[in-house]
Protein backbone atom coordinates (compact mmCIF):
# COMPACT_ATOMS: atom_id res chain seq x y z
CA UNK A 1 0.00 0.00 0.00
CA UNK A 2 1.16 3.44 -0.66
CA UNK A 3 2.77 5.87 1.93
CA UNK A 4 1.32 9.18 2.56
CA UNK A 5 4.48 11.65 2.63
CA UNK A 6 5.23 15.32 1.92
CA UNK A 7 7.53 16.13 -0.44
CA UNK A 8 9.93 17.63 2.00
CA UNK A 9 10.42 14.22 3.94
CA UNK A 10 10.35 12.46 0.72
CA UNK A 11 13.04 14.03 -0.44
CA UNK A 12 15.13 13.78 3.07
CA UNK A 13 14.61 10.49 3.55
CA UNK A 14 14.10 8.50 0.55
CA UNK A 15 16.74 10.64 -2.00
CA UNK A 16 20.26 10.92 -1.89
CA UNK A 17 23.26 12.20 -4.53
CA UNK A 18 23.15 8.55 -6.07
CA UNK A 19 19.44 8.58 -7.00
CA UNK A 20 18.53 9.20 -10.92
CA UNK A 21 15.25 10.73 -11.09
CA UNK A 22 12.48 10.31 -13.69
CA UNK A 23 10.10 12.96 -13.94
CA UNK A 24 6.85 12.36 -15.96
CA UNK A 25 3.89 14.44 -17.27
CA UNK A 26 1.36 11.80 -18.11
CA UNK A 27 -0.82 11.27 -21.22
CA UNK A 28 -4.46 12.74 -20.98
CA UNK A 29 -7.83 11.14 -21.71
CA UNK A 30 -10.81 13.74 -22.37
CA UNK A 31 -13.39 14.66 -24.63
CA UNK A 32 -11.75 17.75 -25.79
CA UNK A 33 -8.63 19.62 -24.46
CA UNK A 34 -8.86 23.56 -24.77
CA UNK A 35 -5.50 24.15 -23.91
CA UNK A 36 -3.63 21.21 -24.95
CA UNK A 37 -1.08 23.45 -26.51
CA UNK A 38 -0.22 25.54 -23.37
CA UNK A 39 0.09 22.14 -21.73
CA UNK A 40 3.29 22.12 -19.72
CA UNK A 41 4.53 20.74 -16.59
CA UNK A 42 6.03 24.14 -14.98
CA UNK A 43 6.20 21.81 -11.35
CA UNK A 44 8.56 18.96 -12.65
CA UNK A 45 10.72 21.87 -14.01
CA UNK A 46 10.99 23.57 -10.90
CA UNK A 47 11.48 20.38 -9.34
CA UNK A 48 13.98 18.87 -11.37
CA UNK A 49 16.11 22.09 -11.27
CA UNK A 50 15.82 21.80 -7.18
CA UNK A 51 16.63 18.52 -7.05
CA UNK A 52 20.01 19.14 -9.57
CA UNK A 53 20.61 22.25 -7.18
CA UNK A 54 20.20 20.97 -4.11
CA UNK A 55 20.41 16.67 -3.59
CA UNK A 56 22.69 16.73 -6.80
CA UNK A 57 21.18 13.86 -7.97
CA UNK A 58 20.61 13.40 -11.56
CA UNK A 59 17.34 14.04 -13.61
CA UNK A 60 15.81 13.75 -16.53
CA UNK A 61 12.10 14.44 -17.78
CA UNK A 62 9.59 12.07 -19.96
CA UNK A 63 7.13 14.75 -21.08
CA UNK A 64 4.26 12.55 -23.04
CA UNK A 65 2.51 16.17 -23.83
CA UNK A 66 5.25 17.90 -25.49
CA UNK A 67 4.22 19.90 -28.44
CA UNK A 68 5.55 20.01 -31.54
CA UNK A 69 7.21 22.95 -32.72
CA UNK A 70 4.23 23.46 -34.52
CA UNK A 71 2.27 23.55 -31.16
CA UNK A 72 0.71 19.76 -32.07
CA UNK A 73 0.28 17.47 -29.25
CA UNK A 74 -0.73 13.71 -30.49
CA UNK A 75 -4.55 12.94 -30.56
CA UNK A 76 -6.08 9.76 -30.92
CA UNK A 77 -9.38 8.16 -30.31
CA UNK A 78 -9.41 5.70 -27.50
CA UNK A 79 -9.75 2.04 -28.57
CA UNK A 80 -13.16 -0.06 -28.74
CA UNK A 81 -15.71 -0.41 -25.94
CA UNK A 82 -13.80 3.07 -24.39
CA UNK A 83 -14.24 5.18 -27.70
CA UNK A 84 -17.30 6.71 -26.67
CA UNK A 85 -18.29 7.67 -22.95
CA UNK A 86 -22.46 8.20 -22.37
CA UNK A 87 -24.09 10.32 -19.61
CA UNK A 88 -27.55 10.63 -19.38
CA UNK A 89 -28.46 10.82 -23.53
CA UNK A 90 -25.49 12.28 -24.59
CA UNK A 91 -22.16 10.56 -26.38
CA UNK A 92 -19.02 11.67 -25.81
CA UNK A 93 -15.97 10.80 -28.16
CA UNK A 94 -13.23 10.29 -25.72
CA UNK A 95 -9.65 10.23 -27.04
CA UNK A 96 -5.52 9.94 -25.74
CA UNK A 97 -4.28 13.53 -25.75
CA UNK A 98 -0.20 13.02 -25.74
CA UNK A 99 1.68 10.06 -26.19
CA UNK A 100 1.07 6.58 -24.45
CA UNK A 101 2.81 5.92 -21.31
CA UNK A 102 4.69 3.38 -23.63
CA UNK A 103 6.69 6.63 -24.18
CA UNK A 104 7.45 5.91 -20.34
CA UNK A 105 8.68 2.12 -21.06
CA UNK A 106 10.23 2.56 -24.33
CA UNK A 107 12.58 5.46 -22.10
CA UNK A 108 13.27 2.75 -19.48
CA UNK A 109 14.39 -0.25 -21.80
CA UNK A 110 16.30 1.98 -23.88
CA UNK A 111 18.10 2.86 -20.53
CA UNK A 112 18.42 -1.24 -19.61
CA UNK A 113 19.75 -2.00 -23.03
CA UNK A 114 22.32 0.92 -23.67
CA UNK A 115 23.78 1.63 -20.26
CA UNK A 116 22.12 0.50 -16.74
CA UNK A 117 23.98 2.94 -14.86
CA UNK A 118 21.40 5.48 -16.12
CA UNK A 119 18.13 3.29 -15.50
CA UNK A 120 16.19 5.36 -13.18
CA UNK A 121 15.81 4.56 -9.18
CA UNK A 122 12.89 6.96 -8.70
CA UNK A 123 9.91 7.79 -11.38
CA UNK A 124 7.73 10.81 -10.07
CA UNK A 125 4.65 11.52 -11.96
CA UNK A 126 2.75 14.62 -11.94
CA UNK A 127 -0.96 15.70 -12.23
CA UNK A 128 -2.61 18.73 -13.20
CA UNK A 129 -6.44 17.88 -12.83
CA UNK A 130 -8.08 14.95 -10.14
CA UNK A 131 -10.18 13.99 -12.66
CA UNK A 132 -7.06 12.79 -15.39
CA UNK A 133 -6.23 10.39 -12.75
CA UNK A 134 -6.59 7.06 -15.05
CA UNK A 135 -3.73 7.77 -17.07
CA UNK A 136 -1.96 8.57 -13.97
CA UNK A 137 -2.72 4.87 -12.56
CA UNK A 138 -2.02 3.39 -16.46
CA UNK A 139 1.19 4.98 -16.06
CA UNK A 140 2.28 3.62 -12.63
CA UNK A 141 1.06 0.32 -13.81
CA UNK A 142 3.44 0.42 -16.43
CA UNK A 143 6.24 1.21 -14.99
CA UNK A 144 5.71 -1.17 -12.62
CA UNK A 145 5.53 -4.03 -15.20
CA UNK A 146 8.85 -2.34 -16.86
CA UNK A 147 10.78 -1.64 -13.67
CA UNK A 148 9.41 -3.82 -10.81
CA UNK A 149 11.79 -2.59 -8.07
CA UNK A 150 11.66 1.25 -9.02
CA UNK A 151 10.67 3.69 -6.39
CA UNK A 152 7.10 5.26 -7.51
CA UNK A 153 5.91 8.90 -6.72
CA UNK A 154 2.66 10.88 -7.35
CA UNK A 155 2.81 14.63 -7.08
CA UNK A 156 0.71 17.27 -7.89
CA UNK A 157 -3.55 18.10 -7.81
CA UNK A 158 -4.55 14.42 -7.61
CA UNK A 159 -2.76 13.02 -4.49
CA UNK A 160 -2.51 16.12 -2.74
CA UNK A 161 -6.51 16.54 -3.33
CA UNK A 162 -7.46 12.94 -3.02
CA UNK A 163 -4.53 10.59 -1.11
CA UNK A 164 -7.50 7.90 0.01
CA UNK A 165 -8.59 7.64 -3.78
CA UNK A 166 -4.69 7.44 -4.86
CA UNK A 167 -3.79 5.17 -2.41
CA UNK A 168 -6.58 2.37 -3.69
CA UNK A 169 -6.11 3.07 -7.50
CA UNK A 170 -2.10 3.64 -8.41
CA UNK A 171 0.22 1.22 -7.87
CA UNK A 172 2.87 4.02 -6.40
CA UNK A 173 5.31 3.64 -3.13
CA UNK A 174 4.40 7.31 -1.91
CA UNK A 175 1.63 9.48 -2.37
CA UNK A 176 2.95 13.07 -2.25
CA UNK A 177 0.05 15.11 -0.09
CA UNK A 178 2.34 18.47 0.48
CA UNK A 179 4.52 19.99 -2.31
CA UNK A 180 7.85 22.03 -1.90
CA UNK A 181 7.33 25.62 -1.98
CA UNK A 182 9.00 26.15 -5.06
CA UNK A 183 7.16 29.23 -6.48
CA UNK A 184 10.73 31.37 -6.72
CA UNK A 185 12.54 28.37 -7.76
CA UNK A 186 14.46 29.40 -11.02
CA UNK A 187 14.96 26.97 -13.88
CA UNK A 188 15.57 25.73 -17.32
CA UNK A 189 14.59 24.09 -20.63
CA UNK A 190 17.57 21.40 -20.58
CA UNK A 191 15.73 18.77 -19.13
CA UNK A 192 13.90 18.51 -22.52
CA UNK A 193 16.90 18.04 -24.20
CA UNK A 194 17.28 18.27 -27.57
CA UNK A 195 13.37 18.65 -28.34
CA UNK A 196 12.34 21.61 -26.60
CA UNK A 197 8.70 22.44 -26.68
CA UNK A 198 7.63 25.77 -28.89
CA UNK A 199 6.45 27.90 -25.89
CA UNK A 200 7.94 28.34 -22.06
CA UNK A 201 5.21 28.48 -19.49
CA UNK A 202 6.48 31.05 -16.18
CA UNK A 203 4.66 32.24 -12.75
CA UNK A 204 5.26 35.53 -12.11
CA UNK A 205 8.18 36.02 -9.73
CA UNK A 206 9.56 38.46 -12.16
CA UNK A 207 13.38 37.45 -11.99
CA UNK A 208 13.58 33.76 -11.92
CA UNK A 209 10.61 34.27 -14.90
CA UNK A 210 13.15 36.49 -17.01
CA UNK A 211 16.03 33.41 -16.45
CA UNK A 212 13.43 31.34 -17.96
CA UNK A 213 12.73 33.14 -20.72
CA UNK A 214 16.18 33.77 -21.49
CA UNK A 215 16.71 30.23 -21.47
CA UNK A 216 13.67 29.98 -24.03
CA UNK A 217 15.09 32.50 -26.34
CA UNK A 218 18.46 30.94 -26.42
CA UNK A 219 16.55 27.80 -27.92
CA UNK A 220 14.77 30.18 -30.24
CA UNK A 221 11.39 29.78 -28.58
CA UNK A 222 9.69 33.14 -28.09
CA UNK A 223 6.22 32.21 -27.13
CA UNK A 224 5.48 33.05 -23.45
CA UNK A 225 2.84 32.09 -21.33
CA UNK A 226 1.35 32.90 -17.77
CA UNK A 227 0.33 30.30 -15.38
CA UNK A 228 -1.07 32.39 -12.48
CA UNK A 229 -4.41 32.91 -10.34
CA UNK A 230 -3.82 37.13 -10.48
CA UNK A 231 -1.88 38.24 -13.59
CA UNK A 232 -1.97 42.07 -12.61
CA UNK A 233 -1.97 41.16 -8.72
CA UNK A 234 -0.14 44.13 -6.69
CA UNK A 235 -1.16 47.19 -8.99
CA UNK A 236 0.48 45.37 -11.94
CA UNK A 237 3.84 46.00 -10.25
CA UNK A 238 5.28 42.35 -10.93
CA UNK A 239 4.03 42.02 -14.71
CA UNK A 240 5.44 45.20 -15.50
CA UNK A 241 8.83 44.46 -13.66
CA UNK A 242 8.98 40.82 -15.81
CA UNK A 243 8.14 42.83 -18.71
CA UNK A 244 11.01 45.15 -18.47
CA UNK A 245 13.37 42.42 -17.97
CA UNK A 246 12.23 40.24 -21.10
CA UNK A 247 10.62 42.75 -23.79
CA UNK A 248 13.91 43.54 -25.44
CA UNK A 249 15.87 40.04 -25.17
CA UNK A 250 14.32 39.02 -28.65
CA UNK A 251 11.81 41.29 -31.54
CA UNK A 252 9.61 38.62 -31.79
CA UNK A 253 9.23 37.61 -28.69
CA UNK A 254 5.23 36.71 -27.44
CA UNK A 255 3.66 37.22 -24.41
CA UNK A 256 -0.11 34.94 -23.63
CA UNK A 257 -2.27 35.17 -20.69
CA UNK A 258 -4.54 32.81 -21.16
CA UNK A 259 -5.60 32.59 -17.31
CA UNK A 260 -5.67 34.74 -14.15
CA UNK A 261 -6.57 38.19 -15.85
CA UNK A 262 -8.85 39.44 -13.43
CA UNK A 263 -10.88 42.58 -14.13
CA UNK A 264 -10.75 43.80 -10.43
CA UNK A 265 -7.01 43.88 -10.50
CA UNK A 266 -6.61 45.78 -13.76
CA UNK A 267 -5.19 49.69 -13.27
CA UNK A 268 -4.76 51.79 -15.44
CA UNK A 269 -1.15 51.56 -14.80
CA UNK A 270 -1.34 47.84 -15.31
CA UNK A 271 -3.08 47.94 -18.84
CA UNK A 272 -0.56 50.26 -19.95
CA UNK A 273 1.78 47.16 -19.70
CA UNK A 274 -0.86 44.62 -21.17
CA UNK A 275 -1.56 47.01 -24.34
CA UNK A 276 2.16 46.71 -25.45
CA UNK A 277 1.78 44.55 -28.59
CA UNK A 278 3.91 41.71 -27.54
CA UNK A 279 0.76 40.57 -25.46
CA UNK A 280 -0.81 39.09 -28.72
CA UNK A 281 -3.71 36.86 -26.61
CA UNK A 282 -5.57 38.08 -23.58
CA UNK A 283 -8.02 36.24 -21.80
CA UNK A 284 -10.18 38.05 -19.32
CA UNK A 285 -11.77 35.49 -16.42
CA UNK A 286 -15.61 36.74 -15.75
CA UNK A 287 -16.15 39.37 -13.67
CA UNK A 288 -18.89 38.09 -11.78
CA UNK A 289 -21.40 39.80 -9.87
CA UNK A 290 -24.24 38.72 -7.26
CA UNK A 291 -27.35 36.74 -8.65
CA UNK A 292 -24.93 35.39 -11.59
CA UNK A 293 -24.78 37.96 -14.01
CA UNK A 294 -21.65 39.93 -15.19
CA UNK A 295 -19.98 43.32 -14.25
CA UNK A 296 -20.88 44.94 -17.04
CA UNK A 297 -19.09 47.99 -15.31
CA UNK A 298 -15.94 45.77 -15.05
CA UNK A 299 -15.50 45.17 -18.96
CA UNK A 300 -16.16 49.00 -19.94
CA UNK A 301 -13.15 49.95 -17.45
CA UNK A 302 -10.53 47.25 -18.41
CA UNK A 303 -11.83 48.17 -22.80
CA UNK A 304 -11.19 52.15 -21.09
CA UNK A 305 -7.77 51.61 -19.71
CA UNK A 306 -6.88 49.66 -22.69
CA UNK A 307 -7.67 52.54 -24.94
CA UNK A 308 -6.18 55.25 -22.93
CA UNK A 309 -3.16 53.15 -22.79
CA UNK A 310 -2.74 53.22 -26.68
CA UNK A 311 -4.67 49.75 -27.38
CA UNK A 312 -6.84 49.90 -30.59
CA UNK A 313 -10.53 50.88 -30.01
CA UNK A 314 -11.62 47.14 -31.11
CA UNK A 315 -8.98 44.75 -29.68
CA UNK A 316 -9.08 41.50 -31.34
CA UNK A 317 -6.58 40.13 -28.90
CA UNK A 318 -9.15 40.32 -26.03
CA UNK A 319 -11.53 37.37 -25.06
CA UNK A 320 -13.74 37.03 -21.89
CA UNK A 321 -14.86 33.62 -20.28
CA UNK A 322 -18.32 33.15 -19.66
CA UNK A 323 -19.03 30.42 -16.96
CA UNK A 324 -21.25 27.21 -17.63
CA UNK A 325 -21.83 24.55 -15.85
CA UNK A 326 -21.91 26.05 -12.31
CA UNK A 327 -24.59 24.49 -9.63
CA UNK A 328 -27.02 27.47 -9.88
CA UNK A 329 -26.51 28.14 -13.49
CA UNK A 330 -29.82 29.43 -15.26
CA UNK A 331 -29.66 28.85 -19.36
CA UNK A 332 -31.01 32.82 -19.88
CA UNK A 333 -28.60 34.28 -17.78
CA UNK A 334 -25.90 32.54 -19.30
CA UNK A 335 -27.39 34.03 -22.74
CA UNK A 336 -27.41 37.57 -21.26
CA UNK A 337 -23.92 36.70 -20.08
CA UNK A 338 -22.25 36.13 -23.51
CA UNK A 339 -23.92 39.19 -24.95
CA UNK A 340 -22.71 41.00 -22.41
CA UNK A 341 -19.25 40.72 -22.49
CA UNK A 342 -19.50 40.54 -26.22
CA UNK A 343 -20.14 44.13 -25.99
CA UNK A 344 -16.81 45.12 -24.75
CA UNK A 345 -14.89 42.15 -25.42
CA UNK A 346 -13.30 40.77 -29.07
CA UNK A 347 -14.72 37.03 -28.90
CA UNK A 348 -15.99 34.60 -26.01
CA UNK A 349 -14.76 31.23 -24.45
CA UNK A 350 -17.35 29.19 -22.80
CA UNK A 351 -15.68 28.11 -19.72
CA UNK A 352 -16.89 25.14 -17.82
CA UNK A 353 -16.78 24.58 -14.47
CA UNK A 354 -16.10 21.70 -11.96
CA UNK A 355 -15.39 21.89 -8.26
CA UNK A 356 -11.87 21.46 -6.49
CA UNK A 357 -12.52 18.14 -3.86
CA UNK A 358 -12.67 19.33 -0.49
CA UNK A 359 -13.78 22.61 -1.97
CA UNK A 360 -16.26 25.13 -0.87
CA UNK A 361 -18.88 23.70 -3.91
CA UNK A 362 -17.59 20.47 -2.50
CA UNK A 363 -18.89 20.93 0.75
CA UNK A 364 -22.03 22.46 0.07
CA UNK A 365 -23.04 19.67 -2.62
CA UNK A 366 -21.17 16.86 -0.99
CA UNK A 367 -24.00 14.08 -1.26
CA UNK A 368 -24.79 14.66 -5.05
CA UNK A 369 -21.08 15.21 -6.28
CA UNK A 370 -19.94 12.01 -4.18
CA UNK A 371 -22.39 9.86 -5.83
CA UNK A 372 -21.01 10.50 -9.05
CA UNK A 373 -18.83 7.53 -9.74
CA UNK A 374 -15.99 7.59 -10.93
CA UNK A 375 -14.17 10.39 -10.44
CA UNK A 376 -13.48 10.90 -14.09
CA UNK A 377 -16.96 12.20 -14.38
CA UNK A 378 -16.57 15.42 -12.50
CA UNK A 379 -14.70 16.19 -15.47
CA UNK A 380 -15.91 19.90 -16.25
CA UNK A 381 -16.86 18.66 -19.79
CA UNK A 382 -19.15 16.19 -18.49
CA UNK A 383 -21.16 19.21 -16.73
CA UNK A 384 -21.27 17.41 -13.32
CA UNK A 385 -23.89 19.89 -11.94
CA UNK A 386 -26.33 19.25 -14.95
CA UNK A 387 -28.40 17.31 -13.20
CA UNK A 388 -28.39 19.96 -10.12
CA UNK A 389 -29.07 22.76 -12.11
CA UNK A 390 -31.61 21.18 -14.66
CA UNK A 391 -30.16 22.51 -17.82
CA UNK A 392 -29.29 19.65 -20.02
CA UNK A 393 -26.59 18.29 -21.40
CA UNK A 394 -27.73 19.40 -24.92
CA UNK A 395 -28.55 22.43 -23.96
CA UNK A 396 -24.76 22.94 -22.36
CA UNK A 397 -23.62 21.89 -26.10
CA UNK A 398 -26.14 24.28 -27.88
CA UNK A 399 -24.47 27.02 -26.10
CA UNK A 400 -21.29 26.21 -27.55
CA UNK A 401 -22.35 25.89 -31.42
CA UNK A 402 -24.07 29.53 -30.01
CA UNK A 403 -20.65 30.60 -28.72
CA UNK A 404 -19.09 29.33 -32.48
CA UNK A 405 -21.41 31.31 -34.15
CA UNK A 406 -21.25 34.64 -32.46
CA UNK A 407 -17.51 34.69 -32.59
CA UNK A 408 -17.73 34.16 -36.34
CA UNK A 409 -19.89 37.25 -36.63
CA UNK A 410 -18.09 39.24 -33.82
CA UNK A 411 -14.19 38.99 -35.73
CA UNK A 412 -15.83 39.62 -39.00
CA UNK A 413 -17.71 42.43 -38.10
CA UNK A 414 -20.85 41.23 -39.74
CA UNK A 415 -22.12 41.20 -36.16
CA UNK A 416 -20.96 44.83 -35.34
CA UNK A 417 -22.99 45.96 -38.37
CA UNK A 418 -26.35 45.29 -36.66
CA UNK A 419 -25.11 47.11 -33.34
CA UNK A 420 -28.27 49.27 -32.19
CA UNK A 421 -30.89 48.25 -34.89
CA UNK A 422 -33.70 45.94 -34.78
CA UNK A 423 -31.80 43.17 -35.98
CA UNK A 424 -29.83 43.17 -33.22
CA UNK A 425 -32.39 43.10 -30.77
CA UNK A 426 -34.63 40.72 -32.49
CA UNK A 427 -31.53 38.26 -32.67
CA UNK A 428 -30.79 38.90 -29.27
CA UNK A 429 -34.81 37.79 -28.31
CA UNK A 430 -34.52 34.98 -30.58
CA UNK A 431 -31.86 33.76 -28.71
CA UNK A 432 -33.15 34.13 -25.15
CA UNK A 433 -36.62 32.60 -26.49
CA UNK A 434 -34.34 29.29 -27.14
CA UNK A 435 -35.19 30.07 -30.88
CA UNK A 436 -31.22 29.34 -31.00
CA UNK A 437 -31.66 25.43 -30.43
CA UNK A 438 -29.59 24.44 -33.88
CA UNK A 439 -28.95 20.98 -35.04
CA UNK A 440 -25.55 19.52 -34.59
CA UNK A 441 -23.06 21.68 -36.64
CA UNK A 442 -19.66 20.93 -38.07
CA UNK A 443 -18.47 23.94 -36.74
CA UNK A 444 -15.45 23.09 -34.55
CA UNK A 445 -16.63 24.82 -31.26
CA UNK A 446 -15.08 27.25 -29.11
CA UNK A 447 -14.27 26.25 -24.84
Known amino acids: MPKLITADKLVSKHLTQKDRVLLVNPP ?62 ERYPMRRYGESASLVADYIREKLATDRKKVPTHIWITSLCSYWYETIAETCRVVRQTLPDVQIALLGQYPRLMPEHAKLACPADFIVT ?82 GLEAASITPKAASTLARKKFVALSLEEADQEGGAVNADAYRRVTQYLREAGGPE ?74 LNGITRGEYHDLYRMAAFLNEKVRARAFDFLDGTLGAQLLRESLRKEVWKLEPSPLRVVD
Open 28 to 89: VEETRYSWIRWNQPLDLLKLGSFLRTHVRCEVDLVDCMRPSDKGEVKEEWLPRARRYLSIQN
Open 178 to 259: KSIDLEEQAWSLDLYGKDKPPFVAVRLHPRTAAEAVKSAVENSIYDVTFFEEDICRDGGEPLAEFVSLTENLHRHLRYHVIC
Open 314 to 387: QDDRLTGFVWIGRPNDQLEQIIRNVFQVLKSLGSIILKPYTPLPGGPDHKAHADYLDAIEPHRMWSPHFFPFAE
